[in-house]
C-alpha cells in the first residue's frame, strides 16, 4: 500500500509541532510536509521552485490549511487548488483557530471539504487529529484521478 502524505499548511511553529505530536501520539505515521506559507504550499503541490523535483506519486491524501498564513491566504490557496484540474478534487480540510461565520462560508464556497477549528486543549485536539486521520486517510476514498497519477 502506498503511503499517504499529510500537507500541513501553517505558519505557526507552535500549531506545526502540536499538530505532529498529535498525529504521533495518535500513532498516525504518515509522512507530514510542512510549508510555511500560502506559496510555498502551492510551489510543492505543483511541482515549483525547490519542489519542482517532486515525485508526481507524492501528491497528498490531504491538505491541512490555515487561513491566515503570509505571501497568499488559505483561501488564495484553496481558490488555485480548485482552479487546477488535476487537483480540484484534492481534500482540502482548513484547519484554523478562526471561528469566524464569514470564514466558515468563505471556506466552503471556495470548495474546503471540511473546516475545523482548533481546540485550545491538547486532549481535545489529540481527538481531533485522532478522527481526521482516521477518515482522511484510512475510510476517505478518493477518486481513481488520484490513483492514475
Avoid: C, H
Amino acid at each position: 500500500m502506498e503511503e499517504k502524505i499529510i500537507l500541513l499548511v501553517e505558519d505557526n511553529p507552535d500549531d506545526v509541532a502540536l499538530t505532529i505530536r498529535a498525529f504521533e501520539k495518535n500513532r498516525i505515521k504518515n509522512r507530514i510536509i510542512v510549508t510555511e506559507d500560502g506559496v510555498e504550499a502551492l510551489d510543492y503541490i505543483f511541482r515549483r521552485g525547490k519542489f519542482e523535483n517532486r515525485d508526481l506519486k507524492e501528491l497528498p491524501a490531504v491538505v491541512l490549511l490555515d487561513l491566515k498564513l503570509p505571501k497568499l491566504d488559505g483561501f488564495e490557496v484553496l481558490k488555485a487548488i480548485r482552479e487546477n484540474e488535476l487537483t480540484k478534487f484534492l481534500p482540502v480540510v482548513i484547519l484554523t483557530s478562526s471561528k469566524e461565520e464569514q470564514d466558515i462560508v468563505k471556506g466552503y464556497k471556495n470548495g474546503a471539504n471540511s473546516y475545523i477549528r482548533k481546540p485550545v486543549e491538547f486532549e481535545k485536539f489529540f481527538n481531533v487529529i485522532q478522527t481526521l486521520g482516521l477518515y482522511w486517510l484510512i475510510l476517505n476514498e478518493p477518486p481513481n484521478v488520484f490513483k492514475n497519477l
